[in-house]
């Protein structure tokens, strides 16, 4: 992160390592590999590579240049070998430590692998070494009249390996998703130096989104496969200044509401719109960038100023050209400078709540930082419910940076108390770890923990990085009362290993026999939140019949619904899309315990992605239970349900299966010789 200032270490938190030097046993085969040149271990390169774009420092014992990706592998492995901790690192923005070796080891340099491989557009995908700059990318694919739609304020300098790694979103997230709905495949090295080709497609759980934003605590992205899309020549930019933030929310909601999805809806606050030096005096400023076919785009341009003058804004106006479109997004882009220029050095917090929340953790923010007068606002992705609040800060003065900290703490249990994530984009690393001890109950936790120790048992990749350490979970979970006999149930099977063969209306595999457990009676709608645009459901409801439900109501599904239950369209895969809009997932693991993942945020990469790790999984590695997905205000253009095809476990997906079922109690046929399918 380009605002700190490290000139001065003793102002900053500083983790002190005092261990032996592992690296000098393995440093003769990682030279004969990479080469004395590229592989440093001089005073100058560790001090360079023992920061990121957060406060957390640390030496690492080694620094490793990359040049050659097919090395990767082999590197890794005599890392294994050598029980050696290592850190991918490419551009080192992250917020919040993660690109820091703070139980030593080694840092893989990945700056080098920044290779564009591959630039289909009939095919319409990017091949990029993990390496590449996302501006870069941009500016490849603009040449050619298409875009890459994650793009991240950092992306002039941050990498695609990197955003995939975080979830990293930007504007247009609310449009066309974060970087895990546009990552396609991805070749993968796991912590022993495996090689693993991910593919979103295939058959059983979504490895890939599960490995890839892990953080690099599971391994790493060499090269990634990613969605472009044509560029649309008809763009409509609209500037909007309200009283308050109450106002501009309800535009937004207003704007959605009436079918419209902008390409961006990004908002600021009273106190950036100052720092920033804008003419106006506001509350807020809402910038509404739309973009689709020349026909629709005056249309809804007419209706977003309605809503704007409907909603008492205090002026608005559009551009007419590219000139005057990147003039309206000068305010926002310059916002975090502008917050910056305050103080030596800049803290900028990730956090998401639902749309409806965000006015409430908002003013709950403003009282934060007025209570302890800090230098700080807020800019905010109003359309996801996605917001930064940023602190500028003076690094030499130690009573603000005090103070700084409880404002920090105060804000996290806020998001947490107004059901929010501490993380939408910028990920957890080392900062927020005891935060997600707040976040989550014990119970989902452990099941991180198991997740991170099936696939790094020696704890090699990215140590320390993501789950607490000290932290014990206060959060207590009560499970709804009418899924409490299916504990109950699985953990007498668990007790007793017996098999419980799990389906829903039966539509897929077919199964027959007296251990099975039918979810078809779980077939309510919980929740329909028209506000939030989300749909809380049980799995065993007819997909079909939930689909002319909501379609009565002008709500829609984002997938094109099949044959069979939701949760059948969910844990088969069925359905492509669906996955991407799953926000939250109610589960219960195959030893019974009950575990919740997710909300009514549209981003969230607080933990493992567990809305990937069981979608696909066919019921194998948990029961779920109830599924939160968002809904669009209008029947998009949607991909057939895929067929259902067999799923021959790898052995990733084995261990994963003996850390979550060690008995083998839920639908075992898959991991046996000959799985029972049709």
């Known amino acids: 992160m380009p605002y700190f200032n490290y000139t001065n270490v003793n102002t900053i938190i500083v ?10 046993k393995a440093k003769k085969a990682v030279q004969k590999l990479l080469g004395v040149r590229d592989t440093l271990t001089n005073k100058t390169a560790l001090l360079l590579n023992s920061f990121d774009g957060s406060p957390v420092k640390s030496l690492p014992d080694a620094v490793l240049e990359i040049k050659d990706i097919s090395k990767l592998p082999k590197l890794i492995q005599i890392l294994d070998s050598f029980n050696i901790p290592f850190v991918p690192r490419a551009a080192g923005t992250n917020h919040d430590g993660g690109a820091v070796a703070i139980k030593g080891g080694v840092i893989l340099n990945l700056n080098h692998l920044d290779e564009i491989e591959q630039i289909n557009t009939e095919e319409k995908y990017a091949r990029v070494q993990c ?48 970087t895990s709905a546009n990552l396609l495949k991805a070749e993968f090295i796991l912590p022993d130096g495996e090689t693993l080709l991910l593919d979103k497609d295939a058959p059983g759980p979504d490895l890939l989104g599960l490995l890839v934003r892990s953080e690099g605590t599971l391994g790493l992205a060499s090269r990634l496969w990613v969605k472009i899309k044509p560029k649309n020549p008809y763009k409509k930019t609209i500037l909007a200044f309200f009283p308050d933030l109450q106002s501009t929310m309800l535009c937004v909601k207003d704007i959605i509401s009436a079918g419209i999805i902008p390409s961006a809806l990004e908002a600021m606050d009273f106190h950036t719109l100052k720092a920033a030096k804008t003419d106006v005096e506001a509350g807020a400023l809402l910038i509404i960038e739309l973009d689709g076919k020349k026909s629709e785009l005056a249309a809804q341009a007419e209706k977003v100023l309605k809503f704007c003058s409907e909603r008492k804004a205090l002026g608005a106006k559009s551009a007419d050209n590219e000139e005057q479109a990147k003039a309206l997004w000068q305010s926002r882009l310059a916002a975090a400078a502008a917050l910056a220029s305050l103080g030596t050095g800049l803290i900028s917090l990730d956090c998401a709540v639902s749309r409806s929340d965000l006015p409430r953790i908002i003013t709950e923010i403003s009282a934060i930082f007025a209570k302890y007068g800090l230098k700080a606002g807020i800019v905010f992705h109003a359309g996801d419910g996605n917001l930064h609040p940023n602190i500028a800060f003076n690094e030499n003065n130690l009573y603000e940076l005090s103070k700084i900290k409880k404002a920090v703490k105060e804000i996290h249990t806020a998001v947490c108390l107004c059901a929010g994530t501490i993380s939408a984009e910028h990920g957890i690393g080392v900062e927020k770890r005891a935060v997600m001890a707040m976040m989550f109950d014990a119970g989902t936790l452990n099941c991180f923990r198991k997740i991170k120790q099936a696939l790094d048992p020696k704890n090699l990749a990215n140590p320390d990085k993501v789950l607490p350490i000290a932290s014990v979970s206060q959060k207590i979970l009560t499970p709804p009362e009418r899924i409490k006999y299916l504990i109950e149930t699985v953990k007498k099977a668990n007790a007793e290993k017996t098999v419980l063969n799990l389906c829903g209306l039966n539509t897929k595999i077919k199964l027959k026999g007296k251990n099975n457990l039918s979810l078809k009676n779980l077939n309510k ?108 205000p209008f029947k998009p253009k949607t991909a057939k349900p895929a067929a259902f095809a067999p799923w021959r476990p790898k052995a990733v997906e084995r261990k994963l299966k003996s850390a979550l079922d060690a008995n083998n109690i839920l639908n075992p046929f898959y991991f046996e010789e000959a799985p029972h399918e049709n």
């Open 15 to 24: 983790i002190l390592m005092i261990k032996l030097n592992r690296f000098d």
């Open 131 to 178: 390496g590449t700059v996302n501006g870069n990318l941009q500016k490849a694919l603009d040449k050619l009249g298409f875009f890459y739609a994650p793009d991240p304020a950092s992306k002039e300098f941050s990498t695609v390996g990197g955003n995939a790694s975080l979830g990293a979103g930007g504007p247009k997230t609310l449009k066309y998703g974060a």
């Open 525 to 632: 709608i919980i929740e329909v939140d028209k506000t939030n645009y989300t749909l809380t459901a049980e799995p065993g409801i007819n997909v079909k019949h939930l689909a002319e439900e909501l379609e009565k109501e002008n709500l829609f599904l984002p997938f094109a619904p099949g044959k069979g239950s939701l949760g059948g369209e969910f844990c088969s895969k069925n359905s492509p899309e669906l996955k991407d809009y799953v926000t939250a997932l109610d589960v219960i693991l195959p030893d019974g315990t009950f575990i919740q993942y997710g909300g009514k945020y549209v981003k969230n990469t607080a933990g493992y992605d567990l809305a990937a790790l069981f979608s696909g999984s066919r019921g194998a590695y948990g029961i779920v239970t109830s599924l939160t997905i968002r809904l669009l």
